[in-house]
Structures are given as C-alpha cells and as structure tokens.
C-alpha cells in the first residue's frame, strides 16, 4: 500500500522504516490538517499520530481523495471523528496497547521529579548551590495515590505505585476485578479525588471525561495535593487549575499532555516567545512540571508501535 505518515520526524520515521513490511511509505512532518489535506491524494492510507486532526471535514476530504485505511501509530482516538470514517467507510486501526510500563514509568518519574524536586536540584548545583533550602519532600511509602482510570497504563501503574509501599485507590466505571483480587479498593470519583495525596490520570478523552478536572472537582482535593495528566490534555481545564495553583489548593502539577499541545509540543521552538498564554502561566509555577507528551517514548515502546501499526495494515489487505 502506498501510506502518507503525518507528523513523522526523524526518529521516528527510523524505527518505522526498519519494521516496514514494504510498504511504500512517505513522510510528512507536519500534521494532517483540513488545510493540508490535498497531500493525501494518491494515497492508499494514512498513519497518523496524537495531534494530526481527522474531524468531520478532514475525513470527507480524505474519502474525496481516496483513503481507505487511517492506521493511528498510537492508543488514544480522540483526534478522529470515528463515527464519520464508519460512515464513510474509512477504516481506523490504532495501537491498543504497546509497552504500558513506559507511560506509567513516566507518570512515576514526574511524582518523583516534582515530590523530591530533583529538577530544581539539578538547576542549583549547576550554579554552585548546594544548600537544601526549599527542597524538602515527602515519603511516597504509606503516601495514598489515586488512580483515575485502572486500563493498561493505570495497570501498570498500580503496580509501580505498590512496589514503593504507596495506599493506592482508585475510580473505574469498570474496575478491575484481578486488580480487586490484588488489593485495590475502588471508590467513585469524589471519595476518590477526597482521599489521596498525589491524583494520577489514566483515562481516555471522550465527551464523559472532557474537563473532569475542574473548578468543582478541584474543590476536593486534598489542599496542596499533586495532580498528574500523563493522558490527555483534555481531561483537565487548564485555567481552572492554575487558579487552583494560584490559591495552592493544588500543591504540584504534572502534565506530559496539554489542551493545545498541537501548536507547541514535538517542536523545537527555543528562542521563540511562547505564543501561549496558559503555557506561559504554567511554566511561571516552580511547582509545574510539564514534559512534551513523551510518556510513551521509549525504545521499546516505539518498536512496538512500528510493528503493531504495519501489522495492522498487513491485516487490512489481507482482508
Ligand atoms: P485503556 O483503554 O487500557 O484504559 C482506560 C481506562 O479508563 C479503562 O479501564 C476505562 O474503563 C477507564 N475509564 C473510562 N472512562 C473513565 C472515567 N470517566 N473515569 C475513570 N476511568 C475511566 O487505556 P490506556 O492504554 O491505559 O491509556 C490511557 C490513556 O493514556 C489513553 O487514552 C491515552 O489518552 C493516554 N496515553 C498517553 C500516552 C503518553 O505518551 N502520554 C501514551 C499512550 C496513551
């Protein structure tokens, strides 16, 4: 097949490239957008990635042009309107599951980047400071972590979170029973936000879960309690939080994703004036801790995304 793959830059076209399974492949780095859309003429498919846009529009552009597969190179499908492309007859495969452990290792990186404040650590000894002033953490033994959603990832969490000695509860409208079987306690999502110390996000982004972080939710949060969104920029309101920040009823803020992330993330844009107010505010907060959606970079990770993906297209033409 003759596949267009959007948003693709160098490392990752390299590991697409070795576990091609010859198909015929071009890359764009830019994401797929209504305004771009023309590229895809000639094409059989697409492979596309977190911040390429499929909405209404994008996908009669693309039928008009002939596509008739989108293999999504990652889990999350909140950037395609999936009722559409059935309706159009576009198939959408994505990658369900490809190495967990590396977004959840992230998710545990930021709680321990931000409790420990090891980047701020690394910052003062660069200058010559070694004074502990201002550096004091918190145990994670005995902490209480909140899991808000319990699939691959939040799996795979709940596990770390127990190997360090963590109380872990969680929200699930569908728990999982071998978790329960574990020793996880399942909760709604009030008691839930109630309880911990450190909130940890694991659910998709869907109309349900849009801004499920807000003015109200925040409300019960413990004061001064950790929040991390390591799935979808979405699933929180950012200027809510940083109100919460402002008044330190929220006490630390991870985020590996972002509500606009499509215009700033995966780009190098040192040296330029970020054009975006909230980012802007977020970073002013030396108790924020935002990473450019890498929670799923990791080698191994992207092997499996690349064999999955063209495992994928094997299927589709193979019927
Ligand atoms: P999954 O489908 O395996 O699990 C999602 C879980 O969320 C399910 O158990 C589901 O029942 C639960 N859920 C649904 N609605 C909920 C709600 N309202 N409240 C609480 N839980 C709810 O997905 P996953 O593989 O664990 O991935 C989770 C999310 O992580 C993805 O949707 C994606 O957005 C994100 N993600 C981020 C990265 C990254 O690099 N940061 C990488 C992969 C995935």
Known sequence: MKIAIFSCCKYDQDFLQEYNTGHDLTFFESALTLQNAALTKGFDALCLFVNDSADRDVLYALKANGIRLILLRCAGFNNVDITVAAELGIKVLRVPAYSPEAVAEHAMAMILTLNRKTHKAY?????????????????????????????????????????????????????????????????????????????????????????????????????????????????IDTQDVIEALKSAQLGYLGLDVYEQESKLFF?????????????????????????????????????????????????????
């Not at 004036?273 to 801790?289: A, K, M």
């Open 267 to 319: 780009h190098d844009l040192s040296g330029d004036i970020i054009q975006d107010d909230l980012i802007s505010r977020l970073i002013s907060f030396p108790n924020v801790l935002i990473t450019s959606h890498q929670g799923f970079f990791t080698r191994e990770a992207m092997q499996q995304i690349a064999e999955i993906t063209f495992g994928n297209a094997d299927a589709f033409e193979s019927g």
């Open 123 to 235: 910052n003062r000894v660069r200058e010559g400071n070694f004074s502990l002033e201002g550096l004091i953490g918190f145990n994670l033994h005995n902490c209480k972590v909140a899991l808000i959603g319990t699939g691959n990832i939040g799996k795979a969490f709940y596990r770390i979170l127990k190997g360090f000695g963590c109380r872990i509860v969680a929200y699930d409208p569908y728990p999982d029973p071998s978790l329960v079987e574990e020793g996880l306690s399942y909760g709604s999502l009030e008691e839930t936000l109630k309880e911990a110390e450190v909130v940890s996000l694991h659910c998709p982004l869907s109309e349900d879960t849009q801004h499920m972080i807000n003015a109200n939710t925040l409300k019960l949060f413990k004061k001064g309690a950790m929040l991390i969104n390591t799935s979808r920029g979405g699933l």
